[in-house]
């Protein structure tokens, strides 16, 4: 009996990650992409998020650090990864 209530929950928080994946995989696009912006002018990521209003950093902090994204963060994560691999330099 209490494996089954186990199966159910564990169900339940898999098919929510799943709904939350395209929403989590979208930011952690744009916050790769505003990273990027950043480097560029030579800022550094404490630098950024010091610069950023208190909507975004509570966003921020929401969206990374809430136990119930942390099988989506993971996900985004890998999904991230697999789309936009790193390029590797050439020595020559």
């Known amino acids: 009996m209490v494996f089954y209530i186990f199966l159910s929950i564990f169900i339940v928080y898999l098919i929510i ?3 939350i994946l395209p929403l989590q995989y ?13 480097k ?17 950093l509570v966003l921020h902090e ?8 942390f ?3 993971i996900m985004a994560s890998i999904l991230y990864r697999i ?3 790193k390029k590797k330099a050439i020595n020559i």
Request: proline fraction near 4%; hydrophobic fraction near 30%.
């Open 17 to 19: 990650s799943l709904l």
């Open 40 to 56: 560029l002018i030579g800022k550094t990521q404490g630098e950024i998020y010091d610069e950023m209003n208190a909507g975004k």
């Open 83 to 85: 789309k936009h691999p």
């Open 71 to 73: 099988l989506t963060n």
């Open 26 to 38: 979208r930011f952690l696009v744009t916050l790769k992409e505003e990273e990027k912006k950043y």
């Open 62 to 69: 929401n969206m990374q650090g809430n136990p119930l994204f």
